[in-house]
C-alpha cells in the first residue's frame, strides 16, 4: 500500500552555475521523464563505488524504497500551477505554499490536479501560460499578490521583488521560448538561453527552483539539492557534495536499485529521502524545501 506526503518547501543552501550541469547526462539509462543526454557525452564520476555501495545500503536500511507515492503537486492539472508552486517555495513553508496555489485556482476557478495521474491533460484542458500572463497583467502584480495570492512574500528580504512579480517574468520566459503546456517542457529542459534567462530572476540564481519546476512538470530525472538532501548524502558519504555530486548520487544509486525496484525513479527517490531526512529530528513547522 503506497502512502502520500507533504510537499517540500525549496530552502536554497548551493548553488549552481547551471541546471547542475547537465543532469540528464548522468542517467543516461532512465526510462521515464524529459531528460536526454547527448549522445556519446561522458561524464566523469565523481562519487566512488565504495561511496555508491555505502548509499544503497543506508537506503535500504532507512527507506521502503518505491512504496511510497509522490504527492498531488507533483500532478498538477498545468503548467501556471507548477511555476507557482516552484516561485512561491523559495524560503516559505509547505502550507504557505499550498495555500497560494489553492487560492489562484479558487480565484480563476480551476482544478489544481489532474484527475488521471497517468496521463497529462489535452492542451484544451488545461490552463496556460499566456493565461497567467495576462491574469497577473489585467490586475497587475502588486494588487494581484493582495487579492488573488493574498501573499506579499518576496524573493528576498533584501533587495527581493515580491513572487507575484516573479511568477510574471518566469512566465514571460516560458511564453518567450513557446512553453505554454505540460507537454512542451519536453522541449525545454536542455534550453540553456531559457535557463539562464530565468536565473536572471530575482531569487532564481541558483536554479535549484527551476529544477523544481521541472520536477513538478513531469521531469523524472532531476532533484532538488536541498538541505534535507545534502544533510543526508553527507551523513551517508562523510562529506558535503555540490549540486551536480548529489545529482550524480542519487542518478547511479537508482540504477543500481532497479535491479530489485524497476518503477524507481530520481524524482522518486528524492522525494522519499528528503521526506525520512525531514522526520529525524523534533517535529517543527514544516521544513522549508
Not at 549540486?243 to 547511479?252: G, T, V
Not at 532497479?258 to 531526512?277: E, G
Request: contains cysteine.
Amino acid at each position: 500500500m503506497t502512502q502520500s506526503y507533504p510537499n517540500r518547501s525549496v530552502h536554497t543552501i548551493v548553488t549552481c552555475s547551471s541546471l547542475v550541469h547537465n543532469p540528464c547526462e548522468l542517467d543516461r539509462t532512465s526510462r521515464k521523464g524529459f531528460c536526454h543526454g547527448k549522445a556519446g557525452a561522458e561524464v566523469k564520476n565523481s562519487i566512488s563505488d565504495s561511496d555508491l555501495a555505502s548509499l544503497v545500503g543506508a537506503l535500504e536500511q532507512d527507506i521502503k524504497v518505491g512504496e511510497v507515492a509522490l504527492p498531488g503537486e507533483y500532478f498538477y492539472s498545468s503548467l501556471p500551477l507548477c511555476v507557482i508552486d516552484a516561485v512561491f517555495s523559495i524560503n516559505a513553508r509547505y502550507q504557505a505554499v499550498q495555500n497560494v496555489v489553492n487560492r489562484y485556482c479558487s480565484y480563476y476557478g480551476l482544478m489544481c490536479y489532474r484527475e488521471d495521474k497517468r496521463g497529462t491533460p489535452g492542451r484544451t484542458k488545461q490552463h496556460s501560460i499566456g493565461e497567467l500572463i495576462r491574469n497577473i497583467e489585467n490586475l497587475g502584480p502588486e494588487p494581484f499578490a493582495e487579492d488573488v495570492f493574498r501573499n506579499r512574500q518576496r524573493t528576498s528580504t533584501r533587495s527581493g521583488i515580491l513572487k507575484s512579480e516573479a511568477v510574471l517574468r518566469f512566465g514571460k520566459v516560458l511564453f518567450a521560448h513557446g512553453v505554454e503546456f505540460l507537454q512542451d517542457v519536453v522541449h525545454s529542459i536542455d534550453d540553456q538561453e531559457m535557463h539562464g534567462e530565468i536565473r536572471q530572476i530575482p531569487g532564481q540564481r541558483s536554479g535549484i527552483s527551476l529544477q523544481y519546476f521541472f520536477m513538478l512538470a513531469g521531469s523524472d530525472d532531476l532533484i532538488k539539492p536541498d538541505r534535507m538532501i545534502s544533510r543526508y548524502l553527507e551523513r551517508v558519504i562523510g562529506r558535503k557534495l555540490a549540486a551536480a555530486e548529489a545529482q550524480e548520487s542519487i542518478s547511479r544509486t537508482v540504477h543500481a536499485l532497479r535491479v530489485r525496484h524497476p518503477d524507481l525513479t530520481v524524482r522518486l527517490l528524492d522525494y522519499q529521502i528528503w521526506n525520512f531526512q525531514r522526520n529525524q529530528r523534533p517535529r517543527l513547522p514544516e521544513p522549508q524545501r
